[in-house]
């Protein structure tokens, strides 16, 4: 554990499949009429619930500041509550699989974001790496969906919506991190404040009725819950270890891990020429953590 702490390819490897989990969790839960706003809740509460006990186990505390009360409650709109309600509501339409290459297309524009602003940028054959992971990406983005029922664009334009708003995220981290404060602290404030801002929605929108659904399928809360609080808690020590744009290529292991678990798990089918996008994002992959191991 100790060694996977400070490796950031390791860090990748597990950030992004436990963040690929998501996908035919998020699938399942919508497919038994749970409302997108609510399974949002149910990841940022019980990962921001679960840490939170972790944390007062180990004896630390959470000091809220007003710099940290501002970092916790914009992390948690742009990072975690928007992207996962546009994810989730995207989800139905577009199926687990290609919602997940929306992730995709985050370092590009991380990178982007990153240049403008004068954040850490990545050598040459980073930014090789990202570019063949984008033009699998583009490969993917083109084939609308599933096999057969190709999505309305509208909510192909959701999806697209997502890496930008997880792209701004990735370098508002980075640039406001409050100093002096460790990865577990900050996942906990910044879960906590999503689920806050999600159940004010919840509330005001649907009632306390639109939580009946979850009965339907405890299981699977178990299970998101468990995974999604593994997957913070690497999220903030790789956004530490590995900057902004190293850590959006986690959007490549989950879309990867959500295209696999669709087709074998959730049935669904998708074209050759995304499993062709697929490979050459694994590529991108590959190269990127190349280019890490060579910069560090």
Known sequence: ????????????VVTGGLLGLTLPFGKLATAA???????????????????????LASGQRMRLTPHRLR?????????????NLLMFSAMPHLGAGYTGIMFTLSPVITLVFSILLGVRRPNMLGVAGIAVGFTGAVMVAVTRGEAGQPADFFWVLV??????????????RTVDWPEGTGPIELAVGSHLASATLLLVGILALFGVGAFA?????????????????????????????????????????AAAVGLFAGTIFLGEHYHLLTWAGAVIITIGVIITTKAQSQKA
């Open 1 to 12: 554990m100790k060694f996977l702490w400070g490796s950031a390819p390791g860090l990748l």
């Open 33 to 55: 009429d749970v409302p997108a706003m609510v399974w949002a809740f149910v990841i940022s509460f019980g990962a921001g619930g679960v840490l939170l006990c972790a944390l």
């Open 71 to 83: 970092y916790f409650f914009i992390t948690a709109a742009v990072s975690y509550a928007g992207p």
């Open 159 to 172: 999806g697209l919506i997502i890496p930008v708003s997880l792209a701004a995220g990735n370098i508002y």
């Open 213 to 253: 659904p979850l009965g339907a399928v405890p299981l699977v809360v178990v299970a998101q819950v468990a995974s999604a609080s593994a997957m913070f808690a690497f999220f903030f020590r790789l956004q530490a270890v590995g900057g902004p744009v190293y850590l959006s290529q986690i959007g490549y292991v």
